[in-house]
């Protein structure tokens, strides 16, 4: 079974700074989808960015970006320019293509605060 | 377009009752899963449904169970709840298989005392 791993429970980043939240995920498999989802206190999940494995282009979404390694099976997420509405949960999420109809795997999450 | 929309937002039941929890996934989506978050566990799927069929389940006991209806809405049902069975309830939906990410709605809060 795939598993995600984020080692960082918590980090802070200054306003206008850029901080870098770090995704390990466990497979087997070639092809596969993965994501970074933010939880703000209102409880709702936003998807934040989304990679696809077999592009090596890493994605980028405005001031979010990754860095995606496959063959170290790593997917950070860099928050440029980092705002007061970014303080939130960020979760990291895995999800297979070849299996059809697997679900979304999480990591525990990373509570990111923001300082002015 | 409106979001995923869950209700009620929060639910206050005693042990032992039971609890129906409802999700309207975006217009359009077929596929609804739910997911438990808590504080120590995280997110963990609970089951998937598309077009009224159930096509996959996490790893939870018989007294939770859901529907999907003929207009996508789902429902989830935990008999006999138990302490343990208190959490944040997400519903999210997507277009089909979610390889373009799932849209989640805010949750139900459910305290179980």
């Known amino acids: 079974a795939q598993t995600v791993t984020q080692s960082q429970p918590e980090m802070s980043v200054q306003e206008a700074e850029t901080v870098t939240l770090s995704c390990t995920y466990d497979?087997?498999?070639?092809?596969?989808?993965l994501f970074w989802y933010k939880q703000p206190p209102s409880r709702q999940m936003i998807l934040v960015i989304r990679?696809?494995?077999?592009?090596?282009q890493n994605a980028t979404e405005n001031r979010f970006s990754v860095n995606f390694q496959k063959a170290a099976k790593s997917f950070s997420l860099k928050i440029s320019d980092s705002q007061l509405g970014d303080a939130a949960m960020y979760f990291c999420?895995?999800?297979?293509?070849?299996?059809?109809?697997?679900?979304?795997?999480f990591g525990k999450g990373t509570r990111l605060s923001v300082i002015a | 377009k409106a979001g995923v929309t869950q209700t009620p937002r929060y639910l206050i039941k005693t042990r032992g009752q039971q609890v129906t929890l409802s999700c309207s996934p975006i217009?359009?989506?077929?596929?609804v899963s739910w997911y438990q978050q808590t504080p120590g566990q995280g997110l963990q799927f609970l089951f998937e449904?598309?077009?009224?069929?159930?096509?996959n389940k996490g790893n939870f006991p018989g007294r939770f169970s859901g529907r999907q209806f003929s207009n996508s809405r789902s429902e989830m049902n935990v008999s006999t709840l138990e302490l343990g069975d208190s959490a944040l309830y997400l519903c999210?939906?997507?277009?089909?298989?979610?390889?373009?990410?799932?849209?989640f709605g805010s949750g139900t809060r459910l305290t179980v005392v």
């Open positions: 999210a939906s997507s277009s089909g298989q979610g390889v373009y990410g799932y849209t």
């Open positions: 497979t087997s498999e070639s092809d596969y989808y």
């Open positions: 990679q696809e494995a077999y592009k090596q």
């Open positions: 999420a895995y999800r297979s293509h070849n299996s059809g109809n697997t679900p979304l795997v």
């Open positions: 217009s359009g989506h077929r596929s």
């Open positions: 449904y598309f077009s009224e069929t159930q096509r």
